[in-house]
């Protein structure tokens, strides 16, 4: 599995496990579970793990390096209990991310980071494998002859899995906001 087959479904908690995909929906696996089942898109909105960024002061960083993160430094920095104090998880998530948008990621959002970091380390998918998949280059010689080096994810032999696809619920998800979601996004109306 890679985490580009794990997802966040919008109005269901946990993490799931992209099955199949059809042209109405999902057919997921929570992580916890074995029995898949059908998600409807027209119901819920579905976001790759991997389509996820956390604001910093200059840019975004992509969840996947900071679920690593947080793996490196869960000896001497472990995550908070969920039932901890506004204040500790922002202590926390400084040391794990220092230059994380205070303004813009809130607590809800660091929260959030530590159930999946728990949900994914439980099935020992917090790993540089599940997260970063190798890319190899390849090349090829286009019609004049030159040569054309593309990076490309390497398959493995389990990843026979349908791609995730991310639904647009209503006319105010553009295109790209269906494509890259941030944590700490500008709440409110």
């Given at each position: 599995?890679?985490?580009?087959?794990?997802?966040?479904?919008?109005?269901?908690?946990?993490?799931?496990?992209?099955?199949?995909?059809r042209?109405?929906?999902?057919?997921?696996?929570?992580?916890?579970?074995?029995?898949?089942?059908?998600?409807?898109?027209r119901i819920?909105?579905?976001?790759?793990?991997?389509?996820?960024?956390?604001?910093?002061?200059?840019?975004?960083?992509?969840?996947?390096?900071?679920?690593?993160?947080?793996?490196?430094?869960?000896?001497?920095?472990?995550?908070?209990?969920?039932?901890?104090?506004?204040?500790?998880?922002?202590?926390?998530?400084?040391?794990?991310?220092?230059?994380?948008?205070?303004?813009?990621?809130?607590?809800?959002?660091?929260?959030?980071l530590?159930?999946?970091?728990?949900?994914?380390?439980?099935?020992?998918?917090?790993?540089?494998?599940v997260?970063?998949?190798?890319?190899?280059?390849?090349?090829?010689?286009?019609?004049?002859?030159?040569?054309?080096?593309?990076?490309?994810?390497?398959?493995?032999?389990?990843?026979?899995?349908?791609?995730?696809?991310?639904?647009?619920?209503?006319?105010?998800?553009?295109?790209?906001?269906?494509?890259?979601t941030?944590?700490?996004?500008?709440?409110?109306?």
């Amino acid at each position: 599995m890679e985490i580009k087959d794990i997802v966040s479904i919008s109005g269901m908690s946990g993490l799931f496990e992209v099955v199949a995909k059809r042209a109405d929906g999902m057919i997921v696996r929570g992580l916890d579970e074995q029995k898949p089942q059908f998600v409807s898109s027209r119901i819920h909105i579905f976001t790759p793990l991997d389509a996820i960024t956390i604001y910093t002061m200059k840019d975004s960083t992509e969840l996947p390096k900071v679920l690593l993160e947080v793996k490196k430094q869960s000896s001497e920095n472990p995550p908070v209990d969920v039932n901890s104090d506004n204040e500790k998880f922002k202590t926390w998530f400084k040391k794990v991310l220092p230059d994380y948008n205070e303004e813009k990621v809130y607590v809800s959002d660091i929260k959030k980071l530590i159930k999946w970091y728990q949900q994914l380390d439980k099935h020992n998918l917090v790993t540089e494998e599940v997260l970063s998949p190798k890319k190899k280059e390849e090349s090829k010689v286009d019609e004049h002859g030159k040569e054309i080096k593309e990076v490309v994810a390497e398959k493995t032999a389990k990843s026979t899995r349908a791609k995730p696809a991310i639904k647009e619920r209503s006319a105010t998800h553009s295109k790209a906001a269906a494509k890259r979601t941030t944590i700490g996004a500008k709440r409110g109306g």
